[in-house]
């Protein structure tokens, strides 16, 4: 479908910092969506790690509060995921995800790994 694209994953050292990206189609970019970031690690469910809601509101899975913030420019309808202070336990593909219209898109996902 491509409606979302998504980029900026690597691999990175205890304490380092990512910044995902995801393009978001414009057709799906809109106020009344929502938008989130999940993560998948090996052997473990999918997880939410930060979203916004329909009212714009920014949620945080705890683990990751206070070190990951969750953007979005509308000029370019583009989400992104700044990641600081990353650990190894944040090792995951990571997913965009856009809730709209009672559809739900994912992004094809993209892998972050923390090791020294």
């Known amino acids: 479908q491509g409606q979302l694209a998504e980029s900026g994953g690597g691999s990175v050292q205890p304490g380092g910092s990512l910044r995902l990206s995801c393009g978001i189609s414009q057709s799906i970019f809109s106020r009344h969506a929502t938008m989130a970031w999940y993560r998948q690690a090996p052997g473990k469910e999918r997880e939410l790690v930060a979203s916004f809601t329909t009212g714009g509101a920014r949620t945080y899975v705890d683990s990751v509060k206070g070190r990951f913030t969750i953007s979005r420019d509308t000029l370019v309808n583009t989400m992104y995921l700044q990641m600081n202070s990353l650990k190894p336990e944040d090792t995951a593909v990571y997913y965009c995800?856009?809730?709209?219209?009672?559809?739900?898109?994912w992004g094809q996902g993209t892998q972050v790994t923390v090791s020294s």
């Open positions: 995800h856009v809730q709209y219209g009672g559809s739900s898109y």
